[in-house]
């Protein structure tokens, strides 16, 4: 049973227009909220018309309801309707009916025509069309909640489901959410990409949650690593990647996983009816990343066939955003009349810089303590330079250690753990020259945290995250402005802070060399790294062949000769395979010395024969291939390549059914051509090809004997959305529901 808490009264009343023109097949003629002379609906009856009244009053209680009902009875008198609906959200007594017909004594009110919460869900129940269409009243309902939460359809923590619950009450239907589905329908995958702040995360975070409600298992993935492990297709299963093309500067790295799994990884989700793949990515990063990779812009891929640019909102829908985000927001009574008054809110709407999320961030209670100024001069400030989102209340209303708090999240992992930054704010609190004596640190971080927490970051199991992408963005700007990386090259110590702070510089000084100004600092930075030993050796290895190929310093050879000591003893897991082979291939084109390529190329290429000789079974086909590709082709030891190759195929074939039982139909034959290429390169034997082939024919006749291609994707697409420009006296009567609310 429904409680329609998260329909704003919008959404409540066009939620009351379709049930009763379901109900009793009439056709409803729209008037809006605000004055409205008593009438929110009108319908034609043989003799005259019916009148018919929503009123969500859920949070008011029945004597606010009885107190609006006798102010309609007046308006009703004047307009002699021959019938009378009234509809509200509020749960009604036999007695309240009673009371509620006495209220509006002038109306033709029969106790049948009272309508409130049981009765709407019970005409819901009646009409479940209905109910499909305000997809916001099941999407946060306990029911979906209860099934989604138990079914175990989520492999992150509860917080994400939690950030799209409380998305739902917001979240406006517009044209996107048929268009995505029709994509994904089509193709099987997604790419939202758009302009930072327009709605991708929050498209793709309501098409999972439609999909969770209706048992798809949902996977949140953040490499296409982790993708192709959880890409099972033995149920239904939608795999979401956001930013899967990073949130600030695209990296040679990301370009070349993105060549290797990418492609393959897609071909196996557009070929199959369990698979759905979402992904988001800001469009000046696409752009870039398929000006940079051939296989992200070839008829392959065709990525352009699934893209959904997300920029441009009609005129109603930026209206129907503005008035969700004010209804639901915790904004106090003033100032919501102060985003009201004199139509603002019309600027708002029409302003060339509308973005979903500035109104998100201007519309938040926890914004609006923290900017520190009146709301509206807030929201003016903000539409005419976004920037200035952050910049006031970053250089005037956020104290000192909540600033090094700020900047100690920058130079870290998109979501950090507690202990991780609270040792990364005592280095960026020295760095912005804060006084705090060392047992009063715990304190102020604590402080900070506390501080921010809500309008800034958000923590979730002891891992805290920026709470809003901007913020992110904003300090990339800021950090270049203050040229504080200066300042932090002084202190970051750890992997995660340097490998930030280095993408930074590279960003500001992309053809750095051995007389940039910070030269000196990267040499006493990568000191510290070899020092702290934070980081794989793989990780650092490949960190201090890039400082050296850019800055030319001696310390960074020394933190490639201390990687490769210790990768010798460590060795390399299979979950590093890709990082490795990366490696050994960057070891062909780095300018370091001769001698210290040899021994990191003799070691990485040992570690890595190693790995695939006894790790082979935890691979992918497709991982095993690509590094056993690199082995063979940059390793220094070609016969201990080929010996270990030969001998990780063997590993691999002994394990291959868990890969071969996720196969379908449509992907056995690609795979068996794959795996009969591998083994005729690396020259495999008869007898683990025999092995091989009986595998995969076992595989054929089971798929043969059970028709998969049977299992359909079971779900309901949302309708098309009926769009229409509307005018400034629709939009004011629209918002005159929410003043003094």
């Not at 043989?46 to 209680?61: E, P, R, T």
């Not at 829908?317 to 915790?330: C, D, K, Q, V």
């Not at 220094?636 to 074939?653: E, L, P």
């Amino acid at each position: 049973m429904y409680d329609f808490r998260t329909l704003s009264p919008i959404d409540f009343e066009e939620l009351v227009r379709d049930l009763v023109q379901a109900e009793f097949s009439v056709r409803c003629e729209s008037f809006g909220p605000g004055k409205d002379l008593g009438i929110d609906f009108r319908f034609a009856l043989a003799q005259g018309f019916g009148i018919i009244q929503a009123k969500h009053y859920i949070g008011s209680g029945p004597d606010a309801l009885l107190a609006a009902a006798r102010k309609e009875n007046d308006k009703v008198a004047k307009l002699l309707p021959r019938r009378f609906i009234f509809a509200t959200s509020v749960s009604l007594t036999p007695v309240l009916k009673v009371r509620i017909q006495e209220a509006l004594s002038t109306a033709p009110l029969v106790l049948e025509d009272i309508l409130g919460q049981a009765d709407l869900n019970n005409l819901l129940r009646l009409h479940p069309e209905i109910e499909r269409k305000h997809f916001k009243l099941w999407l946060a309902s306990t029911a979906v909640l209860e099934r989604i939460l138990h079914s175990g359809v989520y492999n992150r923590t509860d917080a994400e489901m939690d950030v799209i619950k409380a998305m739902v009450p917001k979240f406006v239907h517009n044209e996107s959410v048929p268009t995505a589905e029709t994509l994904l329908a089509k193709y099987g995958a997604l790419i939202i990409c758009g302009e930072p702040g327009v709605g991708k995360s929050t498209l793709g975070r309501m098409l999972i949650w439609l999909h969770a409600a209706q048992d798809w298992r949902i996977f949140v993935v953040d490499d296409m690593k982790e993708a192709f492990e959880v890409a099972s297709t033995t149920e239904k299963r939608l795999i979401f990647f956001d930013d899967f093309l990073g949130q600030v500067r695209l990296s040679d790295d990301l370009i070349r996983g993105m060549d290797q799994r990418f492609p393959p990884f897609l071909a196996r989700v557009r070929s199959n009816k369990n698979l759905r793949f979402v992904i988001t990515t800001r469009d000046y990063i696409f752009r870039q990343a398929q000006a940079q990779s051939s296989r992200l812009s070839s008829t392959e891929v065709n990525a352009s066939e699934f893209v959904l640019n997300v920029s441009h909102y009609i005129r109603s829908t930026r209206a129907r955003m503005l008035y969700n985000h004010i209804y639901f927001s915790g904004l106090s009574v003033q100032e919501r009349d102060a985003l009201l008054e004199d139509d603002f809110f019309l600027k708002i709407i029409d302003h060339r810089n509308f973005n979903p999320r500035l109104i998100d961030l201007l519309t938040s209670a926890d914004y609006v303590s923290v900017a520190g100024v009146p709301i509206r001069q807030a929201v003016e400030a903000v539409l005419e330079n976004p920037h200035e989102l952050w910049e006031k209340p970053y250089r005037s209303h956020i104290s000192g250690e909540g600033r090094a708090l700020m900047l100690s999240l920058f130079f870290n992992e998109i979501r950090t753990p507690l202990d991780a930054l609270e040792r990364s704010f005592v280095r960026m609190a020295k760095a912005l020259g804060l006084s705090i004596a060392l047992a009063e640190l715990p304190i102020r971080f604590r402080l900070a945290l506390k501080e921010l927490e809500g309008s800034v970051i958000s923590i979730r199991d002891r891992n805290v995250s920026f709470s809003n992408p901007g913020v992110r963005d904003y300090l990339a700007r800021a950090i270049k402005v203050d040229r504080f990386l200066v300042a932090a090259t002084g202190v970051i110590t750890e992997y995660a802070e340097v490998k930030r702070a280095w993408i930074s510089f590279l960003a500001e000084a992309p053809r750095a060399n051995n007389r940039h100004p910070l030269t000196r600092a990267w040499a006493a930075v990568a000191a510290r790294l070899m020092h702290d030993g934070s980081g794989t050796p793989l990780q650092r290895m490949e960190l201090g062949m890039d400082m050296h190929d850019s800055l030319f310093i001696d310390e960074a050879i020394e933190l490639v000769r201390a990687a490769s000591a210790e990768l010798d003893i460590s060795g390399i897991d299979s979950l590093e395979a890709s990082s490795g082979s990366r490696v050994l291939e960057g070891l062909i084109l780095t300018l370091l010395p001769g001698d210290v390529i040899d021994t990191a190329r003799a070691v990485v290429s040992k570690q890595l024969g190693r790995m695939i000789s006894e790790q082979a079974w935890a691979m992918s086909l497709d991982d095993l291939r690509a590094t056993a590709s690199n082995l063979k082709e940059f390793g220094s030891d070609t016969d201990m390549a080929a010996n270990a190759i030969r001998k990780g195929i063997g590993v691999y074939i002994g394990q291959m059914k868990d890969e071969l039982d996720e196969l379908r139909k449509d992907e056995i034959e690609t795979y068996a051509t794959e795996l009969r290429e591998l083994l005729i390169e690396h020259n495999v034997s008869d007898l683990p090809k025999r092995r091989a082939h009986a595998a995969i024919e076992s595989r054929r006749q089971t798929l043969r004997e059970r028709d998969d291609d049977d299992y359909e994707r079971d779900y309901s697409p949302l309708e098309p959305v009926k769009t229409h420009e509307v005018s400034d006296a629709d939009i004011r009567s629209m918002f005159d529901s929410l003043k003094g609310s």
